[in-house]
């Protein structure tokens, strides 16, 4: 769900999560492409790669509940997919109201599709609240994810984890959390992620969330844009990500009275230092009705660049309440867009089928 519409249509999210999979994915029509491993589903549960002739099931459906905002990542040769993963482990825990919940547990996990097993690195106690990226480094040697601080507050904290040691870091960043999106920089030494700024009860007249690309050496983070959703380019030039345009004003007669202007958003690409930003593509009312009704399109999740970082793939919300998308190619080259699939699954990533 983009961030960027959170304090508009925030409550879709809970009215996804509680959308059961199980039985509603056509394996026939799931999004493929020429050459390509795309990584597709709805996890926790039903999170496949497919390729042009071949599906590999990275988890079975479930009857369990779904937390609808993780975002999983592949490697760059397709084989290893990185996700949060339920295990079966139910919790009861008090909230602040001391009323006792039900949670369920989730570990932080990498499958192998060549061997088919799950290796297992984190442990994530309320699997319900969690959401946000599982990015697994481009050459599969590292994974990450972003949690909000252990005190209740929402500083990001960015958990890296070597694969081959199990070795963790946990780096305290810049930037609240919102569900972060994570973006490995080609090199492995630095990533690119999504800050949650303030909203409209808290003094905001601007939805204004940042790009921060953070140095894994240092620990150190810069802003080089404001946006969501990032998505570092395979040839290491180019972050393209979502602009959003979202207004706050109180009404001048009842200043308790909040008006949410919503414009639609932009497809922009900025180079890694911050330089050079430029707009794609305007993301604006879709037709007639939209136009009649002020129905704007947005992206459902970050950009999904191609192997060869010519092409971008773009999820776009086709049907909100069955969680479908439209999926689009976009050519960089020409900036011509192209709708490749009608109503189908989430795109998360795209390798290169050997």
């Known amino acids: 769900m983009s961030r960027g519409l959170y304090s508009l249509i925030g409550s879709l999210c809970c009215v996804l999560a509680s959308l059961s999979t199980v039985g509603w994915i056509d394996n026939k029509k799931l999004p493929r492409l020429p050459a390509a491993r795309l990584l597709v589903g709805y996890p926790p549960s039903d999170l496949m790669v497919v390729s042009p002739n071949d599906t590999w099931s990275v988890t079975e459906a479930s009857s369990r509940p779904h937390f609808w905002a993780i975002h999983p990542g592949i490697s760059r040769d397709g084989n290893l997919v990185a ?20 949670e369920w547990r989730a570990s932080i996990a990498i499958f192998s599709i060549q061997q088919k097993t799950w290796a297992e690195y984190g442990q994530i106690n309320d699997a319900s609240s969690f959401q946000g990226s599982v990015a697994i480094a481009p050459d599969g040697s590292k994974l990450a994810f972003a949690e909000a601080d252990a005190r209740r507050t929402p500083i990001v904290r960015v958990h890296v984890i070597e694969l081959k040691n199990r070795t963790e870091k946990i780096i305290a960043a810049n930037g609240l959390h919102g569900g972060t999106t994570l973006s490995w920089a080609p090199d492995g030494r630095r990533l690119v992620y999504d800050t949650m700024p ?35 380019s395979p040839s290491s030039e180019w972050i393209a990500y979502e602009d959003p345009s979202v207004t706050f004003t109180r009404d001048r007669i009842d200043s308790n009275t909040m008006h949410i202007r919503y414009r639609g958003s932009r497809l922009m690409l900025v180079r890694p230092d911050g330089t050079d930003s430029r707009v794609l593509l305007l993301l604006g009312r879709d037709g007639l009705l939209g136009f009649l009704f002020s129905i704007y399109r947005s992206l459902a999740m970050a950009p999904v660049w191609s192997p060869d970082s010519k092409t971008l793939l773009l999820n776009e919300w086709g049907d909100i309440d069955a969680a479908k998308m439209d999926i689009y190619l976009l050519d960089l080259a020409t900036l011509k867009m192209t709708r490749k699939f009608n109503r189908t699954t989430p795109v998360y990533g795209w390798a290169e089928a050997k």
């Not at 808290?202 to 998505?231: C, F, R, W």
């Open 198 to 232: 303030k909203n409209y009860h808290e003094g905001a007249t601007k939805y204004l969330p940042g790009i921060e690309v953070l140095d894994m050496e240092t620990g150190k983070s810069i802003k080089i844009a404001n946006g969501e959703h990032p998505a570092w």
């Open 83 to 102: 996700t949060a993963r339920l295990t079966g482990d139910i919790v009861p825990r008090k909230d602040d109201l001391g009323i006792v919940r039900q």
